[in-house]
């Protein structure tokens, strides 16, 4: 069975700090390359990080460039976000999302990616 479950969610300060995880199952996550979706409150799907299959390449959307960083560990089969200069505005549930090509898609259309997470919830508030 395939499954990306991300963890690591939480409510944080502004300008804490927090670690998303996402682990992979059922697939080779090599073959992969992997993103970040992110729906906050009320909004559409917002595509904010990727990383290419397998020479760890990263692209970010303008709203997170500087403050995030996502890496990945395929023999771990783990894709992860650190999250730093954290915002209100960066609340919202988190997606890891798999897309079976070498170089990262900039997509936030559910249906451009092979396989989604369930999400986990990031809560920026004082």
């Known amino acids: 069975e395939v499954q990306l479950v991300e963890s690591g969610g939480g409510l944080v300060q502004p300008g804490g700090s927090l670690r998303l995880s996402c682990a992979a199952s059922g697939f080779s996550l090599s073959w992969y390359s992997m993103s970040w979706v992110r729906r906050a409150p009320g909004k559409g799907l917002e595509w904010i990080a990727g990383?290419?299959?397998?020479?760890?390449?990263?692209r970010y959307a303008g709203s997170v460039k500087g403050r995030f960083t996502i890496s990945r560990d395929n023999a771990k089969k783990m894709l992860y976000l650190q999250m730093n200069s954290l915002k209100p505005e960066d609340t919202a549930v988190y997606y890891c999302?798999?897309?079976?090509?070498?170089?990262?898609?900039?997509?936030?259309?559910?249906?451009?990616?092979?396989?989604w997470g369930q999400g986990t919830q990031v809560t920026i508030s004082s």
């Open positions: 999302a798999a897309k079976r090509r070498a170089y990262v898609i900039s997509s936030s259309r559910l249906y451009d990616y092979d396989y």
């Open positions: 990383i290419n299959s397998d020479d760890g390449d990263t």
